[in-house]
């Protein structure tokens, strides 16, 4: 089994857009029928995460997720900037695990940077 579909709704519905984007998903806008207009990724493995007006639903509550970023081009042998593991929070105040892999290290867990 996987997950293949997990919908975020927000009363921020913009500022979850610019967080998530910024943490490089490319989320494009939607429209489905007669339904809001929303923001949709589809990530390579088919999985889609999509943000939603919590308009005629309660917002998505406390959230823990996780989010593996593509390696960084490696320079001369260094770690690329950011690699690692990092703890963020979206606007909403949901826990975000942001996983950059260290290009020199495949297959290898990163190190944990923050709680």
Not at 37 to 58: I, K, N, Q, S
Request: charged share 20%; glycine share 12%; proline share 10%.
């Amino acid at each position: 089994m996987t997950i293949d579909l997990l919908v975020i709704y927000t009363t921020r519905l913009e500022a979850c857009r610019s967080f998530y984007a910024g943490l490089g998903l490319e989320l494009v806008a939607e429209r489905h029928g007669n339904g809001p207009e929303h923001y949709a990724v589809t990530f390579a493995d088919g999985a889609v995460l999509e943000l939603y007006p919590a308009a005629h639903r309660p917002p998505t509550g406390h959230l823990r997720l996780g989010l593996t970023a593509p390696a960084p081009a490696p320079a001369d042998g260094e770690a690329g900037p950011g690699t690692g593991r990092h703890v963020l929070t979206d606007p909403d105040g949901r826990t975000v695990v942001l996983t950059v892999p260290d290009p020199r290290e495949s297959g290898r867990p990163a190190a944990v940077r923050g709680k």
